[in-house]
């Protein structure tokens, strides 16, 4: 149902409405007739597009009267025509326009591209189905747009002010420029001036509400007049402005005769930064290049004005440049005996490491001081076994200053090499500001976390490293922000990652790459109590008497409270039950002269549950089972594999969460064993009519890589030959379809934990063989290894005297099956 009131419109007498438009409500801006204007549809002007794009586009704007204070500051006293609807006035002269284009954003906005056609009145507001409609009838302009004299004048008249102020205005575009000079009739040529000129809202609506010509080229010429003054008066501004600039810079040059004059009178008024830098200059020493830039930047300086951007930044880059350490170097500490004692103090094991800077500290006593070169060393290793530390006990040992910078997460090139000075805020790389802080030129460097670098579009910052950590070419590190060399010969760069797989090649073959790997069980039992107990009774707030934990107590938190490679989280669990005792202590439950014995119990009780399980070996393999062994970044793990035939056709399931390595070092496992299966009696129809399954348990836990080979094949053989494998016994390696055993990587972790299992009976590839000797002598003495090199030898090991003769009570499956076929 439609709804129509009549609106009564200031200075419109009783005319009758032919059409109607879509009522669009808006306040800003002004549109003017041939204009094309950008519009935001708000949720109320909605509806009222969505009908006017169903028919023929037009939309009546009849636009929001500002307040009265900003009416009042009209430059003509007139009587504005005006409605009120919903609460507001509304301009009584409004603007038909055209939608050219619609536009629908993803945040789900809509904007809409209008052109101006025609001034209209509004003679009634009708609403229906929820949307107004405004009737309306189109103003014709005034007779006064005839062409006669005066009116010409007039055009004449506002075009050369336009295009006055178009010259002073950049602004302006050019072809509006060229359609005021060729519009076709003078309402034209206003509504286009109106447009174009930075008017504020209240002489927009002005001028859109004059549909007499002549009145509206008479306003036009007032706003017109007021903006060249405007403009002439900034142009006057902006000159006084440049004077007062060459002013400063003839007062500059009136002050530096005056400086002159002052030196011929024995008058001293030189800048004080100046004095300052010579001073500094003078007692310090400099390398010949270095020296040479400083007081060529110096002289810079003095012509600088103090108050120029320039001056700071010359000031600020020969400060850095007296900063540095260029010639200041700490004594080395090069008695061997006693670096090794600082050593064994902080750190226990990481024998290999130790060893190596001790060799350093014995070629430093032989070489001469201008041949010695740092070493570049690259400790690698899980989380937690003292990479961070070791470099600061290194330091301590050899009487160095220690710095220590993390890249975890770097990715711009300019934190190794610094920015140019041309920058804003521009200073050296990390390199040179550490150095800077260390103090000498010789300290020991850590880059820690160098695995963790990034790159992105601000370039490589590892590739940046590979002058750092190039021993023939870090005596010339060239810093973006110095532009001098600076010799890093001297300085000892250790670089720590837990990962060696995300350095880059040519960054790894700069450095010495020494692995530190977990600790054992026992090992993680003297540094807990050497160290960690200790520093965690005091850091809790308690005295050494009042704690006293049991080597028991350390087994548990070790075997079933942590899980991990290194030992933070075992300090932390020794942090928690000294805690607890903390909190027991102040409230009453334990006396403060108390001495509490922390026992195996007593860690349950404090910690409550066990959290981990340890791996246990089954001492009674069935036919059909075998164990492994694997690595993981929290250490070594035994590896059960278990298998089965069911009737079928010849297919192979393998299962336990198997990455694609694993699986196919599986397919190969049962190629070998099925090409071998006729010397143990096994027909080829056996497998033609059953299919197998082979499954690793712990299947919630990915499992990858082809050290599981061997161990796969002996659990097929097991299964076919239907007796079990040597019990106790756990194997690593991988294995070729010609039955070649090879060598993998991670036995020390792997080993450990067998042995921590309850395995007395190792089995490894011959490859192998020189890490078993480096394994700690309480895990070799423990174990029985046997080293072999291909699959015959695998199988004589795996199955015993006694497992062979057991063989005739309980038959093979595959014997089972060739009897039945006889």
Same mark, same amino acid.
């Given at each position: ?13 009783? +005319? ?5 438009? =879509? ?12 204009? &094309? ?55 009584? $002269? ?75 205005? =950049? ?30 809202? %209240? ?86 290049? +270095? ?15 103090? %108050? ?55 070629? &430093? ?63 050296? /790389? ?12 010789? =300290? ?60 880059? /090649? ?10 530190? =790997? ?25 005295? %050494? ?29 020794? /942090? ?31 910690? /409550? ?107 097929? +053989? ?78 004589? $090991? ?25």
């Amino acid at each position: 149902m439609a709804e129509s009131s009549n609106i009564s419109v200031t200075g419109i007498g009783p +005319v009758k409405p032919e059409q109607a438009a =879509p009522l669009f409500l808006m306040r800003d801006p002004v549109i003017f007739p041939y204009s &094309l204007t950008p519009l935001l549809v708000d949720e109320e002007n909605l509806a009222a597009l969505r009908q006017t794009m169903e028919r023929d586009r037009l939309l009546a704007i009849f636009p929001e009267l500002p307040g009265d204070e900003e009416l009042g500051v009209l430059p003509l006293q007139v009587t504005l025509k005006l409605f009120n609807y919903r609460e507001k006035r509304r301009s009584g $002269v409004g603007i038909l326009v055209r939608v050219v284009k619609e536009l629908n954003f993803p945040d789900g906005s809509v904007r809409i591209l209008v052109r101006g056609l025609k001034r209209i009145f509004c003679h009634a507001i009708e609403t229906a189905g929820g949307v107004p409609s405004a009737r309306y009838v189109i103003c014709n302009e005034s007779a006064s747009e005839n062409e006669d004299t005066e009116n010409k004048a007039r055009q004449k008249s506002a075009v050369a002010a336009f295009q006055e102020l178009a010259g002073a205005m =950049p602004g302006i575009p050019e072809e509006l420029q060229v359609a005021v000079l060729n519009a076709e009739s003078p309402g034209r040529l206003a509504d286009l001036i109106s447009d174009a000129l930075n008017l504020n809202y %209240a002489e927009k609506i002005l001028l859109l509400s004059m549909t007499d010509v002549r009145r509206r080229f008479e306003v036009l010429a007032i706003l017109m007049n007021r903006e060249l003054e405007v403009l002439k008066l900034g142009m006057k501004i902006q000159s006084e402005v440049h004077q007062a600039m060459s002013q400063q810079q003839r007062e500059f040059f009136l002050r530096e005769q005056l400086r002159t004059i002052q030196q011929e009178l024995g008058e001293d008024s030189r800048n004080p930064d100046i004095i300052e830098i010579e001073e500094r200059l003078e007692s310090t020493e400099l390398p010949p290049h +270095v020296l040479e830039v400083v007081r060529k930047e110096l002289s810079r300086l003095e012509v600088i004005p103090q %108050a120029a951007p320039e001056y700071h930044i010359a000031y600020t880059y020969i400060n850095w440049l007296l900063d540095l350490p260029w010639c200041i170097f700490t004594e080395d500490r090069l008695d061997c005996a006693e670096a090794e004692k600082v050593l064994d103090a902080d750190h226990y094991g990481l024998e290999d490491v130790k060893q190596r800077i001790l060799e350093f500290l014995a070629v &430093l006593q032989l070489k001469p001081d201008d041949e010695r070169r740092a070493p570049i060393l690259c400790l690698v290793g899980p989380p937690g076994v003292g990479k961070t530390s070791l470099g600061q006990s290194i330091a301590r040992a050899m009487n160095r200053n220690f710095i220590r910078v993390s890249l975890g997460g770097v990715r711009d090139e300019a934190e190794i090499r610094g920015h140019r000075r041309t920058y804003v805020g521009a200073l050296p /790389g990390r390199i040179i500001q550490n150095l800077k802080k260390a103090g000498s030129g010789n =300290p020991v460097f850590m880059l820690d976390e160098i695995d963790k670098l990034a790159s992105d579009f601000r370039g490589d910052p590892a590739s940046a490293l590979l002058e750092v950590l190039d021993p023939a070419q870090n005596n010339s590190f060239n810093d973006h922000y110095l532009e001098v060399d600076y010799d890093l010969s001297k300085v000892f760069f250790i670089a720590t990652a837990n990962l060696l797989e995300t350095i880059p /090649g040519p960054l790894q073959d700069r450095m010495e790459i020494i692995r530190l =790997p977990g600790y054992t069980s026992f090992e993680k039992r003297e540094i807990a109590r050497r160290y960690l107990v200790g520093r965690q009774v005091k850091a809790n707030g308690l005295k %050494a008497k009042q704690v006293r934990f049991q080597l028991g107590a350390v087994d548990e938190l070790i075997d079933h409270y942590t899980r991990e490679a290194g030992v933070r989280e075992l300090e932390r669990c020794i /942090g928690q039950v000294c805690r607890r005792i903390a909190r027991r202590i102040v409230e009453g439950k334990i006396a403060p002269d108390e001495t509490v014995s922390v026992t195996p119990a007593l860690v349950q009780e404090l910690l /409550g549950a066990r959290k981990f399980l340890m791996d246990e070996a089954d001492a009674k393999l069935g036919p059909g089972c075998a164990t492994g062994m694997a690595w993981t970044s929290c250490g070594g793990v035994i590896l059960p594999v278990e298998v089965i035939s069911l009737p079928g056709k010849g297919g192979l399931k393998l299962t336990g969460s198997l990455g694609k390595v694993m699986q196919e070092s599986a397919e190969a496992a049962f190629s070998l064993v099925r090409a071998h299966a006729a010397g143990w009696g096994i027909g080829p129809e056996f497998f033609a009519e059953h299919d197998f399954h082979i499954h690793v348990p712990d299947g919630a836990t990915p499992k990858d890589g082809p050290s599981a080979g061997v161990t796969i094949t002996m659990a097929l +053989v097991s299964h076919l030959k239907n007796e079990a494998l040597r019990p106790r016994l756990a194997m690593t390696g991988e294995i070729t379809l010609r039955g070649r055993v090879t060598a993998v990587g991670g036995i020390r972790e792997k080993v450990i934990a067998a042995l921590r299992a309850g395995i007395d009976t190792v089995m490894l590839p011959e490859e192998n063989r020189k890490d078993a000797l480096e394994l700690p002598e309480e895990v070799k003495s423990k174990l029985e290894f046997h080293f072999v090199s291909d699959f015959a030898e695998a199988a004589k $090991v795996a199955f015993s005297p006694a497992r062979k003769r057991a063989k005739a009570k309980a038959p093979a499956p595959g014997a089972n099956r060739k009897e039945k076929k006889r």
